[in-house]
């Protein structure tokens, strides 16, 4: 009895990861047209990340929903005002935002990374080897849930100037009231399974705004409308936040 039932949901669970294969194949050949709002492609993306995400990264300049959520803002309320004739301080600088970024007319465009292969500078983020007041902007996209974040923020905003600004954009769930965290969670594979990335090591939730504003930033919020998602092919309720220093 008991063998027979193992067969069963072996069974159920074989043809239910078939049908789940022929849905992702299908979909990375899904020919739906969408806009880039970073380069101007229009056309039929392709799809990325695990699980599989349809529709998410042009083909023409790479990008993903997050970096033409930030060109879409760029273009609808002045998100990147500060960088013109100002200084840019980029973290974990993706390729395909440079030229949105310098054609905002920064004095100065300084990607910054951990790994010296990947930027202008070798920057800790927790504890940055730069001036107070020193920058006008600051964009950081998807690089606070995999480190201190309460350093990084504290030393981000010693480092901006009054008036200066920071782009945040991080996993979040709006659901939840509370950042999930649990520092007994320390494999890739653990943590990718809790937090969705194997060196994530918190998924945010509503507290996100209320950790940015403990180190003294104001806080408003930009998110695409429901048109602007099909055309542009976004993540659905994805928040670009945008934190100013008074």
Request: aromatic fraction near 8%; glycine fraction near 8%.
């Amino acid at each position: 009895m008991q063998e027979t039932e193992t067969l069963g949901w072996r069974w159920v669970l074989l043809k239910d990861r078939a049908r789940h294969l022929r849905k992702a194949v299908k979909s990375a050949f899904d020919t739906s047209r969408h806009e880039c709002a970073v380069c101007g492609f229009q056309g039929p993306f392709s799809p990325t990340s695990t699980p599989t995400v349809p529709n998410s990264k042009c083909p023409s300049c790479g990008c993903s929903s997050r970096h033409r959520l930030i060109a879409l803002a760029a273009a609808e309320i002045g998100l990147l005002a500060e960088a013109k004739h100002g200084n840019v301080l980029h973290f974990a600088a993706e390729r395909c935002l440079r030229p949105l970024i310098m054609r905002a007319g920064p004095t100065k465009y300084v990607r910054a990374d951990i790994d010296p292969t990947r930027g202008d500078r070798v920057l800790n983020i927790e504890a940055l080897d730069l001036p107070h007041e020193s920058y006008d902007l600051v964009i950081c996209s998807h690089v606070l849930e995999h480190i201190n974040d309460r350093k990084a923020l504290r030393e981000i905003f010693r480092v901006l100037r009054h008036n200066g600004k920071l782009i945040a954009l991080v996993p979040i769930v709006e659901g939840w009231k509370t950042t999930y965290e649990n520092d007994t969670i320390g494999t890739w594979k653990a943590r990718k399974v809790h937090f969705g990335g194997g060196t994530h090591i918190r998924y945010y939730g509503q507290d996100f705004r209320d950790r940015l504003k403990s180190v003294g930033f104001d806080v408003s919020e930009f998110c695409a409308t429901p048109d602007q998602v099909v055309r542009y092919s976004l993540m659905r309720g994805e928040r670009i936040f945008i934190c100013g220093k008074p």
